[in-house]
């Protein structure tokens, strides 16, 4: 019994020593998100800014539009398209960088541990360079008289340019590029304590290569499979840059959505709740995929 | 083909890798494993015995020559569509399923029907005492816990052969001989031919049925633990199984001429000119000076039941003799004795 008042003391000793520390971490992180949250309640200022008027205007908006000249309200499509779309690309660029991230983190997870951290450098080359000036090069690659084209038109698979540049393709193959070595490092971290003994075993006993890739390898490595997924997915969904440039000023995700408010729009507490909402839709699809990936317990 | 034979090894020889770097694991294997036996591969390390495992297992492919099933030839068929089984050296437990899921994998990967395999898990895990572990996960066992389930695992699909890999040299001496005598328990119970792999020649020596000696990729000698210890083919084998002392010596009438000077009558048959004796430490007798070949005790070592001498001989070569501690003699450091051997038991060798 005195041992565990001795540990509860020293533990609140520990927060004391430790709480300069924790209330810079505390205001740091979620200052800048309480304003957010404040501001989406405000109503909007006569250029940009706020007044510091309690409005639901902004949220309302986020859902719906109101007729300007009927009064009629209905749902805000527009805007329910641009989050759908966001989604929608988002878990694309998690799909395919998972399919492309497996095999690569499995090719380096299997070299020799002499030529692994060669590999490793490679896959984080990109990283060194400014996103804006990758975003570009992509552009380079797929735009009507760019590699791509002149490559497909020479080889006569195609006889005139096909418009990649300001698509949803464009989009996904540029998220994809820039968020492929955050599924690759977590998969690769994850591949790296495998051990490959055990797939001796399956297939000692009796498993086919589908059943110990489904049954044995992919179960094992799920917390790198979970890991990396969220890592693409999220930045993928407050996506700026990439669909900004790529997909051209149509092709629209909630990152530009919501600097549109904070610019020409001026209307800071339209961006503001849209920012919440981007939040919450973050914060749900982590308990939900997090739900979902530790039900079931210890099975395939 | 011998049907009796559960596996054929016929001139298995691999060779990894290829030009200057190559590596002869195995060369020119040939061995017959009958159905039903508890037979032991056993070496130093590096001779090949793992290599020889993963070509019955199928992880390997013989560089040449063909592996046999009961007379069926599976050298190029795949591990999961062998019936032979493998107990990993470090288990190779899955560690996110149960004990229950991990023994019932096989059977299951096998698409037996899922009430079938629940009455099969069952009926292994009670075979090695596992019954109250089924819901665990490998993580929450103890290495001899983990032990059984390896087992448990490689059995439950009643495979034609099991084949086990140093399984047992991750525990501690104590577990090791508990093991030693359910690993001997399980075979007599299931019927199924084991190959069992160690380095260990005590090991060998109390499991098998039958040994088969390896070193540098080749078999040295195959048979009985009995005709192995008391009947070594070579130098090679006598030294590696227990302990043994080596004269060498001319032939000369009947008898050995050793470096001493002395001659000493051995069952020769046959040979002539040099010749090595292996003699066990047991099979000296140490007997008052005068009698047979003078030595004088310059070590003891009391070892509980036994005691360990060693004898100098008069060419100043030392042999160790194995006496009973309680066989009334009283000897010391510095005595003088007569060294005499059971000639029946010693061994001539071929140098
Ligand atoms: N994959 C491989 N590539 C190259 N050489 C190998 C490979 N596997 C084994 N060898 C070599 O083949 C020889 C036999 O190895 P093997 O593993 O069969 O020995 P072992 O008798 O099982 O030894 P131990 O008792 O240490 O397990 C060794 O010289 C080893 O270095
Ligand atoms: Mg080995």
Redesign the interface.
Same mark, same amino acid.
């Given at each position: 019994m005195s041992g565990t008042g001795k540990t509860r003391s020293k533990g609140a000793n520990g927060w004391l020593l430790s709480a300069p520390a924790l209330i810079l971490l505390l205001l740091a992180a979620s200052g800048p998100l309480v304003i957010v949250v404040i501001y989406s309640v405000l109503a909007k200022g006569d250029y940009s800014g706020v007044r510091w008027i309690l409005s639901g205007d902004a949220w309302f908006r986020v859902l719906f539009e109101k007729d300007i000249f009927d009064g009629t309200v209905s749902l805000a499509d527009a805007n329910l398209s641009i989050f759908w779309r966001s989604v929608k690309l988002s878990l694309a660029t998690t799909l395919i960088t998972f399919v492309l991230g497996l095999p690569t983190a499995w090719f380096i997870g299997t070299r020799p541990k002499t030529t692994r951290a060669l590999w490793l450098f490679l896959i984080t080359i990109p990283f060194w360079t400014n996103l804006l000036i990758r975003t570009f090069a992509i552009m380079e690659v797929i735009r009507n008289q760019g590699l791509l084209n002149t490559l497909l038109i020479k080889i006569g698979l195609i006889s005139a340019p096909i418009q990649i540049l300001y698509t949803d393709t464009a989009v996904l193959i540029g998220m994809t590029y820039v968020y492929l070595p955050l599924m690759v490092l977590p998969l690769f971290a994850a591949i790296d304590r495998f051990?490959f003994?055990?797939i001796? $075993?399956?297939?000692?006993?009796? $498993?086919?290569r589908w059943?110990i890739l489904r049954?044995?390898i992919l179960?094992?490595i799920k917390p790198g499979i979970v890991a990396g997924c969220i890592l693409v997915f999220i930045p993928s969904l407050g996506a700026y840059v990439t669909p900004r440039v790529l997909g051209g000023g149509k092709n629209m995700m909630i990152g530009n959505f919501i600097e549109l408010q904070f610019g020409q729009g001026q209307n800071w507490p339209l961006g503001a709740a849209l920012s919440t909402m981007l939040l919450l839709i973050v914060l749900v699809s982590l308990v939900v995929y997090t739900r979902a990936s530790t039900r079931g317990g210890?099975?395939? | 083909m011998k049907t009796d034979h559960a596996i054929d090894a016929c001139n298995v020889s691999k060779i990894y890798g290829a030009g200057a770097r190559a590596v002869t694991a195995l060369g020119d294997v040939s061995i017959g494993i009958k159905q039903g036996e508890f037979f032991t591969l056993l070496g130093p390390s590096g001779c090949g015995k793992t290599t020889l495992l993963r070509c019955i297992?199928?992880?390997e492919t013989p560089t040449s020559g063909t592996i046999l099933l009961f007379g069926r030839d599976i050298t190029h068929t795949?591990?999961?569509?062998r019936p032979?089984?493998?107990v990993?050296q +470090?288990y190779? *437990?899955?560690?996110? *399923? +149960?004990v229950a899921?991990n023994v019932g994998?096989?059977l299951k990967?096998?698409g037996k029907p899922a009430a079938e395999v629940a009455q099969e898990v069952e009926r292994v895990l009670a075979l090695v005492k596992l019954e109250d572990f089924a819901d665990r *996960?490998p993580q929450q066992l103890s290495g001899g816990q983990q032990q059984r389930v390896a087992l448990a695992?490689?059995l439950a699909?009643k495979p034609e052969v099991l084949l086990l890999d140093e399984p047992l040299s991750a525990l501690d001496l104590k577990l090791r001989k508990e093991m030693q005598s359910e690993l001997k328990r399980l075979q007599t119970e299931t019927g199924i031919t084991f190959i069992f792999v160690t380095h260990d020649q005590e090991e060998a020596l109390t499991m098998s049925d039958r040994i088969g000696v390896m070193s540098a990729g080749a078999l040295m000698q195959v048979g009985p633990p009995r005709e192995i210890y008391d009947h070594p083919v070579n130098r090679f084998v006598a030294d590696f199984i227990g302990e043994t002392n080596f004269l060498v010596g001319q032939v000369d009438g009947q008898g050995l001429r050793i470096g001493s000077g002395d001659v000493i009558a051995v069952p020769l048959n046959g040979q002539t000119g040099e010749v090595t004796l292996a003699v066990r430490p047991e099979q000296i007798n140490i007997g008052p000076a005068g009698t047979g070949v003078a030595a004088k005790i310059i070590d003891m070592t009391y070892l509980g039941t036994d005691t360990h001498y060693t004898v100098a001989l008069g060419d100043a070569s030392t042999l160790v003799a194995r006496v009973q501690s309680n066989s009334g003699a009283s000897l010391s450091v510095g005595d003088s004795v007569g060294i005499t051997f059971d000639a029946k038991a010693v061994q001539v060798l071929a140098s």
């Open positions: 051990d003994k055990l001796e $075993a399956g297939y000692d006993l009796y $498993a086919s059943q049954g044995v179960p094992i210890p099975h395939g | 297992a199928g992880f795949p591990p999961n569509q032979v089984n493998t990993f +470090s190779a *437990l899955f560690p996110h *399923l +149960s899921q994998f096989g990967m096998q *996960l695992r490689a699909p």
